[in-house]
């Protein structure tokens, strides 16, 4: 599967939800007989994965801070790891 | 101790099914009059289970679809915010109906896949419906939700698998889960019929390890061995009475599909609130945590991890429900295991006893 850069455009995939667990007020991501609980960031990247965003954009939204360099590879490699689950989808920004 | 939070609600709707597999997790019996929930009663099980922290429901029976408001019901779930997965055979079902369960927000389907060939088909399960649940595969996908292959891997059908998984390569579910059958109830009268040879398992898990390599990034593979042949036990459901709460079509709040077979006094969900049962309920706190284990299983490191196997098997196989599953080789009973997986090498001709028509009953104990 080729790398994630930061054109791309992250979604969820159709059979992934995220929702929020009024008991423990973490995000789940849940999918079919599933559910991942995730950290804050990860639940911060993931409400962004909409909308058309690009990584890039997502990136940007979260580096308040931080260095843009630094998120926007721990934005990709949340999401390589979500998509060798295929809990999300990636269409593929313009070269 | 307080009891631990439960993920899935199994909600076994009915008992009635249009299949009579050697395997099925129903009861043998159904013992004594009692009175099926009503939708009333459910729709108050999946608002508590929720309350709860499930996150997950899945429509399961018999078949959910012989449920006349399983509708409302996948609504009421999703409405919760449940993931809603309806676990069927797809036998009573048209295209109109799985639109409607869509359009109430069923998310996933779960579609059995019993054989290939009618001839397997038939004496698996009495019938040959290949054709049809063909087309309720492709209509689950063009309805957009996720659709998971499940076949119940046996002695019976084990030499389809590369055709088996050929199908699934054709239809492109999210997941093929190729589950081989437990050896309780009507599995376990049948386990000479069913249990393969250590030569085809070996054959089966090469060609399961191939399509995972070769088809990983287009589905999912899952692969459950059978645990007789691990010489491990599978750490059932999680553990006892943890991560799943099932409910029968009588009310019956259980922590597994097959524990109705054990000598324990389950709650009826009517009873009291569900997190009360949950939490107190006798027969629930009985094999929850280790302190009720026996050895080698009470001082074993690996206790954490299978929670000493499978309650349901201890009991059918040496009529202790807290013995160590006899799956383990360290148990003292693992040579009854060690016995039927030498039978399986040379089985002896002897007859498939399919469930019975479960409606039959149904109605004879509603009498």
């Known amino acids: 599967m080729s790398r994630i850069s930061a054109g791309d455009r992250p979604r969820l995939a159709r059979r992934a939800r995220l929702r929020l667990d009024e008991l423990s007020r973490a995000h789940v991501l ?40 630094r998120v926007r590879s721990d934005v990709i490699e949340l999401l390589s790891e979500l998509r060798a689950r295929r809990l999300i989808e990636i269409e593929a920004g313009a070269a | 101790m307080s009891a631990p939070r439960p993920w899935t609600l199994i909600a076994e709707l009915t008992y009635a099914c249009p299949l009579r597999c050697a395997y099925c997790s129903n009861p043998l019996e159904l013992n004594g009059p009692s009175t099926p929930l009503g939708t009333a009663d459910w729709r108050r099980v999946l608002g508590e289970a929720q309350a709860l922290g499930v996150m997950q429901a899945h429509f399961t029976g018999g078949e959910p679809l012989l449920y006349p408001d399983l509708g409302p019901l996948v609504g009421d779930a999703r409405s919760l915010g449940l993931y809603t997965t309806l676990v069927t055979s797809g036998i009573p079902l048209d295209r109109a109906r799985l639109q409607t369960l869509a359009e109430r927000g069923l998310e996933h389907v779960q579609l059995s896949i019993q054989a290939l060939e009618p001839e397997t088909s038939r004496a698996v399960c009495g019938r040959d419906a290949l054709a049809h649940k063909l087309r309720v595969a492709t209509w689950v996908k063009e309805l957009g939700m996720s659709l998971t292959l499940n076949v119940v891997v046996s002695r019976l059908n084990i030499h389809e698998l590369p055709q088996l998984i050929e199908l699934a390569e054709r239809i492109e579910p999210d997941r093929l889960e190729l589950a081989h059958a437990q050896y309780l109830g009507w599995a376990l009268r049948n386990r000479d019929r069913l249990l393969p040879s250590a030569e085809s398992l070996a054959q089966a898990r090469a060609v399961t390890r191939e399509a995972q390599a070769r088809l990983g990034g287009r589905f999912e593979i899952s692969a459950v061995l059978p645990d007789y042949h691990a010489g491990r036990p599978r750490a059932c459901m999680d553990g006892w009475a943890r991560s799943y709460l099932v409910v029968t079509p009588f009310g019956k709040l259980l922590p597994c599909h097959a524990a109705h077979a054990l000598p324990l006094d389950f709650d009826d969900v009517r009873s009291a609130p569900l997190a009360e049962l949950w939490e107190r309920s006798p027969a629930l706190q009985q094999y929850r945590g280790t302190d009720w284990m026996q050895e080698p299983c009470a001082s ?60 039959d009953r149904v109605l004879e104990c509603k009498s």
Request: charged share 30%; aromatic share 0%; glycine share 4%.
């Open chain 2, 300 to 359: 074993c490191s690996e206790r954490d991890r299978d929670a000493a196997g499978c309650r349901c098997q201890a009991f059918e196989l040496t009529g202790d429900a807290s013995a160590p599953d006899p799956a383990c080789r360290l148990t003292p009973a693992h040579h009854l295991v060690r016995a039927a997986r030498e039978r399986a090498e040379n089985p002896e001709p002897s007859a498939l006893q399919l469930r019975r028509p479960p409606r």
């Open chain 1, 30 to 69: 849940l999918s079919p007989e599933r559910g991942l609980v995730l950290n804050e960031p990860a639940a911060a990247i993931l409400r962004l994965c909409a909308d058309d965003r690009t990584v890039e954009q997502i990136a940007q939204q979260l580096a308040t801070g931080a260095p843009l360099e």
